[in-house]
Nanobody, 116 residues
Framework: QVQLVESGGGLVQAGGSLRLSCAASGSIFRLSAMAWYRQPPGKQRELVARIISDGRTNYADSVKGRFTISRDNGKNTVYLQMNSLKPEDTGVYYC??????????WGQGTQVTVSS
């Protein structure tokens, strides 16, 4: 059973930065695709960024050039560096792991609030 634990959320002013971390349990991390999703208030959950096992990444258009996803396989951890934050980045951010055989895991979420 995989457990994902997010940290690093909080309140920040527009233009500021935050770094989210997601620590995963288990030995399958390095073979998994990892992603960050967010759910803005009153809206559906949306993909923010994904990094697959070979390190390739993709981003939502709204965060390109501002957010960077990375992974440390030695620490079973995925990061989301968020710069130039905007109020529309506000939401609950969720870590997601999809294993090589397609099993899906989610973290409990961490709140990010960007004030204008």
């Amino acid at each position: 059973q995989v457990q994902l634990v997010e940290s690093g959320g909080g309140l920040v002013q527009a233009g500021g930065s935050l770094r989210l971390s997601c620590a995963a349990s288990g030995s399958i991390f390095r073979l998994s695709a990892m992603a960050w999703y967010r759910q803005p208030p009153g809206k559906q959950r949306e993909l923010v960024a994904r990094i697959i096992s070979d390190g390739r990444t993709n981003y939502a258009d709204s965060v390109k050039g501002r957010f960077t996803i990375s992974r440390d396989n030695g620490k079973n951890t995925v990061y989301l560096q968020m710069n130039s934050l905007k109020p529309e980045d506000t939401g609950v951010y969720y870590c997601n792991q999809v294993t090589a055989w397609g099993t899906d895991y989610w973290g409990q979420g961490t709140q990010v609030t960007v004030s204008s």
